[in-house]
């Protein structure tokens, strides 16, 4: 049951319940004071309740980025909460109830503001870097770097052995990144890497700087060619830097698929890369580690969730009681400086929840089979009759 294996779902059913009983326990407060409008305190904290329960459903859950609808919740629970202390405080001496409200809400709006200021720090580091970026340097400027650089492409490797079956994952910067004006670094670096498969991470604005075709942009496609002409398969799935995937269940269905596809055809070599190779290279091969464990290991499937594992506890790593802080230090120990970002951290943590929800995933897994049926039956339709 997810309700009670979620990070989020279970910080909002606490929440929740907390602030009911404070709305029955403030009642009678604002029964015999009448005068004092503490009615505030008796319809807010339930508008609360709702709020939040909206975003811990579509935090991770839907498509955050299109509709914002998490943010606006934040913000709104953010003001509510503000104006509930401010409330609490007027009327503090009525009651010790009131006292408790004022210890809670103001706790609540300092989480609150918390949380929407990494957000908006995460946001605007994105933007910038991307700009900074785009306005990067003249070719004299990036020439003096190289020089600076090793031409090495650098490649970190996590092996990961289950029941005989082996995945290797290799994790990287963007390929050619340390100069921006010539494509034969390009080719340099992937002549360098011995993998079937290239999974990038990138949105195609990121790629903007990277002038290497004769108009002075370097798009997705022009990246996805020179990858197919060193004759490795190229996967993408874009993810804003510094931020989490739009959708868990679209997420999780792509690399439930990803591991699908290298069983398949004993492809198991998979270069995973963003622009840095840490925040978004280090949640996927996190995930990557977690799901992988999960398909290929019928006892890890029929162990239970631990109950230390049902809370994000950021900024601790308890590798030793965690199974998603283990995964996060084995990345970390091979990639130093991966998986930071509180918000990935989470995200990881959310992941994993929905690994051990038993009604999760056999709803993923029948998306997959039907998907798959589909391929199948779409492919027999176009193929060509045999007799003439």
């Given at each position: 049951m997810l309700l009670i294996q979620s990070p989020s779902i279970i910080f909002a059913f606490i929440f929740s319940i907390v602030s009911i009983i404070l709305t029955i326990l403030t009642f009678n407060i604002g029964y015999n004071h009448p005068k004092h409008h503490i009615q505030f305190l008796i319809i807010l904290p339930p508008l609360n309740s709702v709020f939040l329960f909206l975003l811990s459903l579509t935090w991770i859950e839907r498509r955050f980025r299109l509709s914002y609808i998490p943010f606006i919740c934040?913000?709104?629970?953010?003001?509510?909460?503000?104006?509930?202390t401010i409330v609490s405080y007027l009327f503090l001496s009525l009651s010790i109830i009131i006292y408790l409200n004022l210890i809670f809400y103001s706790i609540l709006t300092s989480i609150v503001l918390l949380i929407i200021l990494i957000v908006i720090i995460s946001y605007l580091y994105g933007s910038i870097n991307n700009y900074q970026c785009r306005t990067k340097s003249t070719i004299d400027q990036q020439n003096n770097e190289l020089l600076k650089n090793n031409n090495t492409f650098q490649v970190d490797k996590l092996v990961l052995n289950i029941n005989e079956n082996e995945l290797i994952l290799f994790m990287s910067y963007f390929p050619g990144r340390h100069t921006y004006?010539?494509?034969?670094?390009?080719?340099?670096?992937?002549?360098q890497i011995n993998v079937d498969s290239i999974l990038t991470l990138n949105e195609t604005k990121e790629l903007s700087f990277m002038n290497i075709t004769n108009d002075n942009r370097y798009n997705m496609d022009t990246y996805s060619t020179y990858i197919k002409r060193a004759n490795i398969e190229?996967?993408?799935y874009p993810i804003r830097k510094r931020f989490i995937p739009k959708s868990i269940s679209d997420y999780m269905q792509f690399l439930y698929g990803i591991i699908n596809n290298i069983n398949r055809c004993n492809y198991n070599r998979l270069l995973v890369h963003c622009m840095s190779g840490l925040g978004r290279t280090g949640m996927t091969v996190v995930c990557f580690e977690l799901l992988y464990e999960y398909i290929m290991n019928e006892n890890e499937r029929k162990k239970g969730h631990k109950f230390i594992e049902r809370f994000c506890h950021y900024p601790l790593l308890l590798e030793n009681y965690c199974r998603v802080c283990k995964s996060i230090s084995n990345v970390r120990r091979i990639r130093p400086g991966s998986i930071h970002n509180p918000l990935q951290i989470l995200f990881a943590h959310e992941f994993y929840a929905r690994l051990k929800s038993e009604s999760y995933m056999q709803q993923i897994t029948e998306i997959i089979n039907l998907n798959e049926k589909r391929l199948l039956d779409n492919f027999e339709e176009l193929r060509l009759p045999t007799n003439i």
């Amino acid at each position: 049951m997810l309700l009670i294996q979620s990070p989020s779902i279970i910080f909002a059913f606490i929440f929740s319940i907390v602030s009911i009983i404070l709305t029955i326990l403030t009642f009678n407060i604002g029964y015999n004071h009448p005068k004092h409008h503490i009615q505030f305190l008796i319809i807010l904290p339930p508008l609360n309740s709702v709020f939040l329960f909206l975003l811990s459903l579509t935090w991770i859950e839907r498509r955050f980025r299109l509709s914002y609808i998490p943010f606006i919740c934040l913000v709104i629970l953010l003001i509510s909460s503000i104006t509930l202390t401010i409330v609490s405080y007027l009327f503090l001496s009525l009651s010790i109830i009131i006292y408790l409200n004022l210890i809670f809400y103001s706790i609540l709006t300092s989480i609150v503001l918390l949380i929407i200021l990494i957000v908006i720090i995460s946001y605007l580091y994105g933007s910038i870097n991307n700009y900074q970026c785009r306005t990067k340097s003249t070719i004299d400027q990036q020439n003096n770097e190289l020089l600076k650089n090793n031409n090495t492409f650098q490649v970190d490797k996590l092996v990961l052995n289950i029941n005989e079956n082996e995945l290797i994952l290799f994790m990287s910067y963007f390929p050619g990144r340390h100069t921006y004006h010539d494509i034969q670094n390009i080719v340099n670096d992937l002549n360098q890497i011995n993998v079937d498969s290239i999974l990038t991470l990138n949105e195609t604005k990121e790629l903007s700087f990277m002038n290497i075709t004769n108009d002075n942009r370097y798009n997705m496609d022009t990246y996805s060619t020179y990858i197919k002409r060193a004759n490795i398969e190229h996967i993408i799935y874009p993810i804003r830097k510094r931020f989490i995937p739009k959708s868990i269940s679209d997420y999780m269905q792509f690399l439930y698929g990803i591991i699908n596809n290298i069983n398949r055809c004993n492809y198991n070599r998979l270069l995973v890369h963003c622009m840095s190779g840490l925040g978004r290279t280090g949640m996927t091969v996190v995930c990557f580690e977690l799901l992988y464990e999960y398909i290929m290991n019928e006892n890890e499937r029929k162990k239970g969730h631990k109950f230390i594992e049902r809370f994000c506890h950021y900024p601790l790593l308890l590798e030793n009681y965690c199974r998603v802080c283990k995964s996060i230090s084995n990345v970390r120990r091979i990639r130093p400086g991966s998986i930071h970002n509180p918000l990935q951290i989470l995200f990881a943590h959310e992941f994993y929840a929905r690994l051990k929800s038993e009604s999760y995933m056999q709803q993923i897994t029948e998306i997959i089979n039907l998907n798959e049926k589909r391929l199948l039956d779409n492919f027999e339709e176009l193929r060509l009759p045999t007799n003439i």
